[in-house]
């Protein structure tokens, strides 16, 4: 079966410093790979996607960036974080043909 | 500019009770609606509808989609306590062309509270 893991689960960092926060799946070939950042309160706003190694599309523009050097890894980063950037990051994966997507646990990043 | 719209914001009921969360949308290239549960963590799927006026049921949960009106319904019969979470509603959609990726837009979600 399918798994979905990410880390940190928690992480509070000062404004300016650097980000970087993993996900993996496990149990499944070429999955499309989501980052979503949700604000308290609010729905899932989706920031890039990626269909393939080194395939990532963007789409809020931002100080974030994200990159997935390997098949099932998706890491997304920043070089200066903003007091903005707080909130619940969640990676997510879908195989093809399929419109569901599965959520890992998620990051709950606050920046200070 | 898609658009997914759920109602009502927030809904605190007693156990036993029924309940309705709704979710209207405006989206281009609309491929499906789903429904998500989120407690504190990360949103675990419940349900995908293609097609509308065919029931999807899962023991006490059972979700509806009117292509027509652009609008699904989720319903929860004898509600408890462990129901209590936020429910989210998706639409999925085709990112690109040519690709296999395809975008979910969210709601802002139901948060429900089930009192004992």
């Known amino acids: 079966s399918q798994t979905i893991h990410q880390w940190p689960a928690t992480l509070v960092q000062p404004v300016g410093s650097p980000l970087s926060l993993e996900c993996t799946v496990e149990?499944?070939?070429?999955?499309?790979l989501y980052w979503y950042r949700q604000a308290a309160g609010r729905g899932l706003q989706l920031l890039f996607y990626?269909?393939?190694?080194?395939?990532i599309s963007s789409e809020v523009p931002q100080n974030l960036s994200a990159s997935r050097p390997q098949d099932r890894q998706f890491i997304l980063s920043s070089k200066k974080l903003l007091l903005s950037d707080s909130g619940f990051y969640l990676c997510a994966w879908r195989s093809g043909g399929r419109d569901e997507q599965y959520f890992g646990p998620g990051t709950r990043l606050t920046v200070t | 500019e898609d658009k997914v719209v759920q109602s009502p914001l927030s809904l605190v009921v007693h156990e036993g009770d029924t309940v309705t969360l709704n979710c209207s949308y405006e989206v281009t290239n609309f491929r499906s609606l789903l429904w998500y549960k989120q407690e504190k963590k990360a949103p675990t799927f419940l349900f995908m509808l293609t097609s509308s006026g065919i029931e999807k049921k899962s023991g006490r949960l059972s979700s509806i989609l009117d292509k027509k009106e652009l609008f699904s319904i989720l319903n929860i019969t004898a509600t408890q306590t462990g129901d209590s979470a936020v429910y989210l509603c998706a639409v999925a959609r085709d990112l690109i062309s040519s690709g296999s990726a395809r975008q979910l837009t969210f709601g802002s979600g139901t948060q429900l509270t089930v009192l004992p």
């Open positions: 149990g499944t070939s070429n999955p499309n």
């Open positions: 990626s269909i393939g190694i080194d395939q």
